[in-house]
């Protein structure tokens, strides 16, 4: 398989583009592997890849009941930041923006990584003390976080409503530079090539249905293409996580399903230059190099498997939009869709041995999972090769919640609404 | 989506707040289990299909309702007040459909 590189570019173009190859097999299932990663999302491809590159384990299947990049890895609204306030959640999220600064490089893959940084509006007082005790804990952390006046806001996103007579007026912002976007479909290509490449097999159309067992212990998996067997079964199915594992059995877990919405407009001129979110409800939206807005908001925030949402949020989402930039007002939206979110109850992952033996669970991601691919991945990858966690995800098993050892960011107790 | 208030009848999911998983059963209060209340508080059923689960018609009469909806379809199949404890079918049929799945 060719490298990506100038000269392959050249060559390329000069016979027309016809000779490029796929970036991935189409392998038929092997009866048995190593480790099976159930789901072909961001986080069961970067498991993948780091298995085989950092712990030589190439004996890998990635089974994927739809087509690659079909769940939320091709849904989101690609923000990457690590602007959080527990330590554990700084070191997690700061591992990962490390990790996605040479992702580009070590894929050999343009994810085309933007650090275009990201902007918290704050519009109260209150706001304003929480945000800046946010940015110490980040920089306390090693990060960084930079605490902005209006007036450098109005310099940095000229198009942001200032005014005192705003309706939730803008009293300043908090500002992580090293936060950014990337575009989330490169993503999983650029992982699902690099895991190929090293012999991990690709598996599409091969959804499963059903646990191999010998007693307590998972040995395999049944699938749309038959058994499999495996030494190890790793999960990583994401909004799908309570259908998966009640086929094993587990029928509780800390996490509930719900339904997030994405927006995308009409393109337009260069606009905004970062990600900029706003405080006074909850939206976040950056401009996409194509120039469309694509942005989001809340949760639907009832129970939902169903890829798709209702219009009050679509309203509320709008309207946060036009208070922050009012000069949006008559933008046209092109595009809008829906993806289903596994939501913990303390708003923190799960990257966990467990909870059967032979079985692996990687979940919890809220909507912010995207930003956490190469980091959820490396962990993964380490946690199954070693069957124990990596020092930055012992904090995040899954037996954090009987042990009242939860990571709250919000401080708001169980609630599967936190992001 | 719609809901149908056994009292207001038939109204835009906006006036409704979600209240949660109504599957769950507080454990006896006496109980110094904490594995108990650990998975009381934090375990989830989150099935995919019918779900029994609590609303309020907080911008209409504010009753709180027991609701029976499908999470894949929105489908709602019964609607009932939450101190009845069983929804009632029939009640929030007679209003016609209240399917209005989501939009
Ligand atoms: C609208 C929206 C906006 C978001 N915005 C952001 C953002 O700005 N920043 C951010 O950090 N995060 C964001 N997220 C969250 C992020 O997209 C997710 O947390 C992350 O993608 C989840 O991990 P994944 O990529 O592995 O999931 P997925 O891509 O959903 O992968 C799971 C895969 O498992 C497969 N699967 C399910 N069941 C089976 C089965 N039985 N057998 C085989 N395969 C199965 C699915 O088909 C799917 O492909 C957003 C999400 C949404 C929906
Ligand atoms: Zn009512």
């Known amino acids: 398989m060719a490298e990506y590189s100038l000269l392959s570019l050249l060559k390329n173009a000069w016979s027309g583009n016809r000779d490029w190859k796929p970036a991935w097999r ?79 490089h070590e894929l050999n893959y343009n994810v085309m990584f933007s650090q275009r940084g990201i902007l918290n509006l704050a519009h109260s007082p209150a706001q304003a003390d929480d945000y800046i005790r ?38 300043g912002g908090l500002l992580q530079p090293r936060a950014g976007t990337a575009r989330h479909d490169a993503v999983a290509w650029g992982f699902a090539r690099g895991a190929d490449r090293r012999g991990v097999d690709i598996i599409e159309n091969c959804e499963v249905t059903g646990f191999l067992r010998d007693g307590d212990n998972v040995t395999g998996v049944k699938t749309s293409r038959g058994e499999i067997r495996a030494k190890k079964v790793a999960v990583a199915v994401a909004g799908s996580t309570g259908r998966v594992m009640r086929l094993a059995g587990i029928d509780r877990l800390p996490i509930e399903s719900h339904v997030l919405q994405a927006f995308v407009t009409e393109s337009l001129k260069p606009f905004v230059d970062t990600v900029v979110t706003f405080g006074g409800g909850h939206l976040y939206m950056s401009q996409s190099d194509k120039g469309s807005l694509v942005f989001g908001g809340d949760l639907d925030g009832y129970n939902s498997y169903a ?94 919640f009987h042990r009242g050892a939860i990571i709250d960011e919000k401080g708001q107790g169980a609630t599967p609404k936190l992001h | ?91 929030s049929r007679r209003r016609g459909s209240s399917k209005g799945a989501g939009a």
């Not at chain 1, 089974?63 to 990457?80: A, D, F, H, Y």
């Not at chain 1, 902005?148 to 939730?168: M, Y």
């Not at chain 1, 309203?315 to 939206?333: H, Y």
């Not at chain 2, 208030?5 to 289990?33: M, V, W």
């Open chain 2, 1 to 91: 989506m719609q809901i149908t208030c056994p009292y207001c009848g038939p109204r835009d999911l906006a006036e409704f707040a979600y209240q949660g998983d109504a599957n769950r059963t507080r454990p006896d209060p006496a109980s110094t289990d904490q594995q108990v209340w650990n998975a009381y508080v934090y375990d989830r059923t989150n099935p995919a299909g019918e779900h029994r689960e609590y609303w309020q018609h907080a911008g209409g009469c504010r009753s709180h309702l027991l609701v029976v909806r499908s999470t894949l379809t929105h489908e709602i199949t019964s609607v009932g007040f939450v101190h009845d404890k069983t929804p009632s079918p029939a009640r």
């Open chain 1, 26 to 104: 189409k392998p038929d299932p092997k009866p048995e592997y190593d480790v099976i990663i159930v789901g072909g999302g961001g986080h069961g491809l970067a498991t993948a890849f780091y298995l085989a590159k950092e712990h030589g384990i190439t004996n890998v299947a990635v089974l994927e009941k739809g087509w690659l990049g079909s769940g939320n890895i091709g849904r989101n609204t690609t923000i990457v930041r690590s602007n959080y306030l527990l330590p554990e959640s700084i070191r997690f999220y700061d591992f990962s923006v490390k990790l996605w600064e040479n992702l580009s």
């Open chain 1, 134 to 171: 946010r940015g110490n804990a980040m920089r306390h952390g090693g990060g960084d976080g930079v605490w902005l006046t209006p007036a450098e806001i109005a310099k940095k996103v000229p198009g942001v409503d200032l005014s005192q007579n705003a309706r939730f007026p803008v009293v």
């Open chain 1, 307 to 400: 890829q798709r949402g209702n219009l009050p949020v679509v309203e509320e989402v709008m309207s946060e939009m036009v208070a922050m930039f009012p000069s949006l007002a008559r933008v046209r939206l092109l595009r809008s869709w829906g993806g289903v979110m596994d939501m913990s109850m303390d708003g923190t992952p799960i990257i966990t041995t467990g909870p059967l033996p032979g079985m692996y669970l990687n979940t919890g991601w809220c909507y912010g999972g995207f930003k956490a691919t190469p980091a959820s991945g490396w962990l993964f990858a380490w946690t199954i090769a070693k069957n124990t966690p990596h020092e930055i995800n012992a904090p995040f098993t899954l037996d954090r």
